[in-house]
């Protein structure tokens, strides 16, 4: 088993922090916390190339329900979604006062969008697409913004709107990691992949994951994508007690989409081009029991993914995703009929293994 390490970044003021997001080259990290007013929001630098401890906070008038650093091509800019319907872009101005100081002195607003509903999920395109904003309301749909210019943006421009048109709201989803403007989201027991058609200025759906058997019917609660040049080439997929698998395709640069289907997490591999990939189940990650994957994320690169998991701790259990989304909590589960139970929460890690299959190596756990 592997081992992990742990660092801590305490609030200034001792305030518990709810939300928190680092920024895409590891640099910067920002946190929300409960304050009397609203919420305050304090960035942190963590890169070990910078010997400037510097902090910068500030408030906003309402709870944060998600943020996402914009790439460092555009600048140390980050958007924050508020309970308010509003979507506020905060960006760092250069400090000129004094040789040697911070090079940055504190955020200030950029811009704004306002919704007219709540943002649950927000994340920035891939940066070879210029400056895009996703975000999925509570109306289950995703909303794409694009910025005005991409420095400093000061309005955004709605570029149009992904419905699942299954009947079932959208409850989370993720950026392709390439040039073309792809994304996947989950709706009901399937995972539907989207195509932006720049001829036409139309999404498009291109590809379904799904487990076809009658028993895998739980809800995607979360997915994520894997970059292309992190794959290897496996000539076959070990199978183990705690993970189920199939042979994986024997491809170069294989592309891979993780998806949460309650105690199981599915890899898909997906092959050709962006406007008709052909998914694949390469493998299934099978969870303890009672364990339900709320969150997936792979590292840079690719050989590693975590999977964030919770159980009730009474039997009674009922794990609903389109509640957490759509109920007005910002919770990410809801445990129905059962107000007492509280959920035990890990993060399992699973590592690729030279023949191309993913095994557990280590657990986190809350306790």
């Known amino acids: 088993m592997g ?36 919420s305050r929001l304090q960035v942190y630098n963590t890169s070990p190339l910078n010997s400037n401890s510097d902090t910068f906070q500030w408030d906003v008038s309402s709870t944060v329900l998600s943020m996402d650093w914009a790439s460092p091509l555009f600048g140390e800019m980050v958007a924050v979604s508020l309970d308010s319907d509003i979507i506020e872009f905060w960006g760092a101005t250069p400090n000129f006062s004094k040789p040697g100081s911070s090079p940055l002195s504190n955020y200030s607003k950029l811009s704004s969008i306002n919704l007219k509903t709540r943002a649950r999920s927000i994340r920035f395109a891939p940066s070879q697409n210029g400056l895009i904003l996703a975000a999925l309301t509570d109306l289950g749909e995703i909303q794409i913004f694009e ?12 570029q149009g709107i992904v419905k699942t048109m299954t009947g079932e709201p959208a409850t989370c989803f993720c950026w392709r990691p390439a040039k073309d403007l792809v994304l996947a989201l989950g709706s009901g027991s399937q995972a539907i992949i989207y195509h932006y058609d720049r001829c036409v200025l139309t999404w498009k759906r291109v590809a379904a994951c ?59 591999q997906l092959a050709g081009r962006s406007t008709s990939l052909t998914p694949k189940v390469a493998q299934i990650l099978d969870l303890p029991s009672g364990e339900s994957a709320w969150k997936v994320e792979w590292d840079l690169t690719g050989g590693q993914l975590a999977v964030g998991t919770e159980k009730a701790v009474q039997d009674t259990q009922d794990f609903s995703t389109n509640s957490s989304f759509f109920n007005g909590s910002s919770n990410r589960n809801s445990i129905s009929n ?25 657990t986190i756990t809350s306790a």
């Open 147 to 158: 910025a005005d210019q991409i420095l400093a943006p000061s309005s955004w421009t709605l």
């Open 210 to 268: 799904a487990l076809e058997t009658p028993q895998h019917s739980s809800p995607v609660r979360a997915l994520q994508w894997r970059h292309e040049s992190s794959a290897v080439t496996p000539a076959a997929a070990a199978s183990t007690s705690s993970t189920s698998s199939t042979p994986l395709l024997s491809m170069d640069r294989a592309e891979m989409l993780a998806v949460s289907f309650g105690s199981q997490v599915a890899l898909f």
């Open 338 to 362: 059962n107000k007492s139970s509280t959920p035990e929460s890990a993060v399992r890690i699973f590592r690729q293994s030279p023949l191309g299959s993913y095994l557990p190596i280590s």
């Open 3 to 38: 081992s992990i390490s742990k660092t801590i970044l305490e609030t200034e003021d001792g305030s518990c922090t709810y939300e928190a997001a680092h920024s895409n080259s590891l640099s910067r990290f920002i946190t929300a916390s409960k304050v009397q007013a609203g």
